[in-house]
């Protein structure tokens, strides 16, 4: 399924995100739990040595050097090197009749760990990231005892480094598996599948898709599609294939085709909300005082000028289907289908419906629908005059100025929300427009 919303992730997004994960893993490592060790050594040509290590504290895990690339058709690896440690705890040796005790402190340097993360998508369209791959190496362990018998302690150190080192190299991908499973799994998945956008429509933002992977940016796709909060149905056309920009200098780019803004209208058609009435008391045009009294240049078989002298009109105006929008690089076009109902407000404020007009884009053609009163019969409209389609024109200027660019500005101040985990907010926002085909489908804005 190809998506009607992309959203792109470059490196230096990736780095930014990098600067707070390596944050978390640091405090995550500095928690390591360490087990309780003992064992013997024997001494050449003296004796065996009986040791225990105990009340292991891990005071700090640094991470100073470490980076996060792409790996093409695979993930995301995290390289960290030059890492190192210190921690102490207590020491205890018996060796026939000697016994002793004491602390210590060991130091754990150059410390070089490389993890892999997978990135996909469940059932319900979340992403998911789990740790595929994880190796640690530890180059240097250095064991410093405090006690009376430093020539003994010495003898069997190498020992115990080399037991630390063991005991390290599997613990810390023990933790960091951990971390991701426990810290960054249910991060990812704070991205929100679906949004409500208000009363009436929603955006499905599930992923068609697991993320992708290349050489310059993590690519998500997701369905990007508007649907109706009342009675969600099949939308009746197809997002055709997106064609990213070739950027790479931001952090983030969200691409949404003409397919996504299209199941805006269809949803809202739908949900019956491109419905909008015009009266004297809605606006008052400046040109004739009004919006529109009878009588009006309409054409000479309907005679309404005669039937209802200075009448005053209400005209509804509504979309007969779904408006459908392309995308260029000069912005957004709309080529809407409007039905526009006039009815005479009579005395009593009953109305009385006249006729209805079907306007398609800059041309129109109109059709009569019911009978106009006074037992007039129902008759087929010959084509508009040059006045009369002046007229339409003047009446849907006043609409669009009026009305439903004022209303459509209104929706669009309060934004709608876009697919973005917890904690993340914007800023240095750009949006450009993108034609990728000579088509309707598929054009994309940035």
Known sequence: TNPGFVVRI???GLDYAHQHGITVLEKELAQLKLPDISGDFRLRHVAKVHYEISRLDLRSFHLPYSRISLVPNVGLQVAISNAFAEMDGNWRVKMYFIRDHGSFDLKVENVYIKINLKLGSDASGKPTIDTSDCSTRISKVRVHFSGKFGWLYNLFRSAIESRFRKILESKVCENVVSSVRNELQ????????TARIDAMAGID??????????????????????????????????PLALAFPPDHDRMVYFGAS???FNTAGFAYHAAGALVFEIT??????????????????????????????????????????????????????????VDIQAYAILPNSSQAPLFLLSLVSSGCAFRLVGAVPLGAKALFLPPLSPPQVRMLQSIMNVFASSILLPRLNARLDQGFPLPLPDRIQLSNILVRFHQVSEGELPALPR
């Open 10 to 12: 470059t490196q230096a």
């Open 186 to 193: 249910p991060y990812v998945r704070t991205l929100p599948v």
């Open 205 to 238: 933002y599930s992923l068609v898709a697991p993320p992708t992977a290349t050489a310059q940016s993590l690519d998500v796709d997701l369905k990007g599609e508007f649907f109706s909060l009342a009675h969600r149905s099949s939308v009746p056309f197809s």
């Open 258 to 260: 003409s397919y996504f």
């Open 280 to 337: 004297d008391s809605t606006v008052v045009s400046p040109r004739n005082g009004g919006l529109c009294r009878c009588p009006c240049p309409l054409p000479a078989p309907l005679q309404l000028e005669k039937m209802y002298p200075d009448t005053p009109m209400k005209l509804r105006l509504s979309a007969s289907s779904a408006p459908f929008l392309n995308i260029g690089p000069g912005g957004l076009s709309l080529k809407p289908i």
